[in-house]
């Protein structure tokens, strides 16, 4: 009742009818309509709309809600190019398993790929993504942060936290852990063929720091570009890159 009050004396009552309608739809009306999945850079999500979500206004539907043919297109770029048939590949920070969906196909039956995600709803999102691919056999869930949780989408991270020092031997390291990616790579034992990583400049994981990290750990370092080039100005103006680090003794590939 108290919620209801604030409502109606910000923003008045026609606001409150607003937002009522806007409940019934989500509760009530959109789980009855028709659905079909959600493509992210052409990979089929866990993600559904509903056939009514074109039709109303955007505050009513999930954002997930519309095809994105660019999401995580620089990561994905650095995946096609890096990951072969037969590789390990860790993911920490999984979304809504594209990049580890993506990164199963790529590694074929004979890859395996672990995927750390600290929201609980994440892991779900992870595996409904690569069940509907068909890797779910060769992709491996963990309910975790790397690390620490510095902005975890979702509720708060409820899982384990797990050391950088404890990640496991891979051939291909994805680090998209929003901020976390610096403290990773200062502590991690591993030495992948390798590492690919989403800075993040507004968490304290600023490119440049990255790159240096990269290459004390005898890395050759480049930026690949931004990481969403749909969302090019935001991604410049926040530091949102992709760098890929590749072993200084040997090109990935070879």
Sequence with gaps: MQKLRKIVR?????????????????RAIRPLLPKEPVRYAGIVTGVDRRWGDGRVPALWRPYAGRDMPEYEAALLQGLEQHVRE?????VVGGGYGVTATFSAQ?????????????????TERVRRTAERNGVADRVRIHHAVVARPISVYGAQPEGAV????????????????????VEILRHLRISPRVILVETHGLFGAPTPLVLELLRERGYQA??????????KEYCEKHDIRVVAGTRADGPAGV
């Design 106 to 122: 790529r590694a074929g039956v004979s890859g395996r790929v672990e995927c750390y995600e600290g929201a609980r709803e994440g």
């Design 222 to 231: 480049e930026v690949i570009g931004v990481a969403e080039p749909r969302m």
């Design 86 to 90: 037969g590789d390990r590949v860790v």
């Design 10 to 26: 910000d923003a008045g009552v026609l606001h409150l009818g607003s937002r009522a309608i806007a409940f019934v739809y989500r």
């Design 162 to 181: 797990v050391a950088p020092g404890d990640l496991p031997e891979c051939d291909v390291l994805e680090l998209d852990c929003e901020g976390a990616e």
